[in-house]
Structures are given as C-alpha cells and as structure tokens.
Nanobody
C-alpha cells in the first residue's frame, strides 16, 4: 500500500522560505514519479512539481520556476520541496503524490496522480 506523509508546512511571511518533506513507503521508490500538488481555498488541486525517479527528469509549474526546488533522498524514501521567495498566492494545502513515472512528463502535466498524502498547510501572509 502506497503511503505518503507530508510535513513542514506552516505560516510564513511574503518572501520567506519553507521546506516540505514527504516520507514515502509501501512501494519501490525508484519505480515511481513523485509529485507535489497544491490546492488553494476554493480552487482545484494543481500540480506544482514532479520528479521522474526513472530518468531524473524534473518539471515545475511556471508560477514556481526559479523559486521552488524538488529533490529526493532515495536511500531514505524521502521527497522534499524547497520553497523560497514565497508569495501569498502560494498559500494552500500541499500534497505529496506518487504514480507511474510516465505521468511526470511535459505531455501529461497537470494530470492527477493516483496516490496522495494527507497534505500540509502552507500559509503565506502579505
């Protein structure tokens, strides 16, 4: 059973930084794509970033390019999202997600993943 547990959310001022962590278990980490999605109040859940564990390719939403960095520690089955220069529009619940590596691809950007964690709240005050 795929299990994903996020942590590291919180309240931060505009321009601040946070580092989200995701502990993954129940599957072979190297055979999956891992992504971060976020859902702002009243809006749909959108993809923020993903990493294809097969070939190492990484994608970001245009709104976070240059500010967010996704990384993994395969030995620990951990995924991280380093978020810098945070803006109020980054506010939302952030979810770690896992699915087939093919979904972390430019042609499949934004398609929902099959497994999600419970989410962690990120609030950026202006």
């Amino acid at each position: 059973e795929v299990q994903l547990v996020e942590s590291g959310g919180g309240l931060v001022q505009t321009g601040g930084s946070l580092r989200l962590s995701c502990a993954a278990s129940g599957f072979t980490f190297d055979d999956y794509a891992i992504g971060w999605f976020r859902q702002a109040p009243g809006k749909a859940r959108d993809e923020v970033s993903c990493i294809n564990s097969n070939d190492g390719s990484i994608f970001y939403a245009d709104s976070v390019k240059g500010r967010f960095t996704i990384s993994t520690d395969n030995a620990k089955n951990m995924v991280y999202l380093e978020m810098n220069n945070l803006k109020p529009e980054d506010t939302g619940v952030y979810y770690c997600a896992a699915d087939d590596p093919s979904l972390c691809d430019r042609d499949y950007w934004g398609i929902a993943f099959g497994s999600y964690g419970q989410g962690t709240q990120v609030t950026v005050s202006s």
